[in-house]
């Protein structure tokens, strides 16, 4: 999706008109993230070291963040000279949606070319407005957002992109782990390879139609 505007997809947009375009651009963005390594603790391996061992700890969701300008003064149509008409847009994707009891999931799209920044997927954590020219009426006609998205990530289209050689497979009536082992591996006892994949703790607990992950042998 090639977009010249700044544009954010909500999770259940049913068409185009649904996104919500920026009115203007922002002048510049964030995008953090964080990696944890964890160093040693054995202090008798670290003594003949210059620096202590590192264990990596996994990735932290990024964040991006925005500030988005919005103006309303040209308006000619009396009812739309409040701003907040299409600042309560935003505000709405931090309430919780009723189809899935969380705030929407919100895809960011910008510019021509894909790239690791955009489109960002993720949900608002942060919202902050800041109100600054007001109407006789006084409805305000200009705002400021402060908003930070968190990256969120489907675990299965994460693994497959981190290992493309993970695929998954959909649990049928009568499987057991044992039983998805011996198909896909052609060992049983491999169940336990299944079962660390998905954090499962009872091999025997296995619901018809739940997704398993399966990693690479």
């Known amino acids: 999706m090639a977009l010249s505007k700044l544009t954010i997809e909500p999770e259940f947009a049913a068409t185009p ?12 963005y964030t995008v953090s993230k964080s990696v ?7 202090a008798t391996a670290d003594a003949k070291a210059n620096a ?3 264990s990596f700890g996994g990735g932290e969701a990024r964040g991006l963040d925005l500030e988005l300008f919005f103006d309303v003064t040209e308006e000619l149509n009396p009812p739309s000279r409040d701003v907040r008409i299409q600042t309560d ?24 070319n894909e790239s690791e920044d955009f489109p960002f997927k993720g949900v608002i954590t942060k919202l902050s407005q800041n ?21 969120f ?6 693994e497959r992109e981190t290992d493309p050689e993970t695929t998954t497979r959909i649990v049928r009536r009568g499987d057991s782990l044992a039983s998805v082992a011996a198909d896909v591996y052609g060992d049983p ?18 619901p018809a139609g739940s997704t398993l992950t399966l990693p690479q042998a």
Do not use: M, Y
């Open 17 to 28: 008109k649904d996104f919500i375009q920026v009115q203007f651009n922002p002048n510049s």
């Open 36 to 42: 944890v390594w964890t160093p040693s603790t054995v």
């Open 52 to 54: 202590p061992i590192l």
């Open 89 to 112: 847009r935003i505000v709405q994707l931090t309430q919780i949606s009723r189809k899935k009891g969380r705030p929407q999931v919100c895809t960011v799209h910008w510019g021509s």
């Open 131 to 151: 109100f600054t020219l007001f109407g006789q009426d006084g409805n305000p006609l200009r705002a400021r957002l402060n908003v930070t998205f968190t990256e």
């Open 153 to 158: 990530l489907n675990r299965e289209d994460d």
């Open 189 to 206: 006892a491999a169940w336990r390879l299944i079962a660390l994949a998905n954090g499962i703790e009872d091999p025997f607990v296995l």
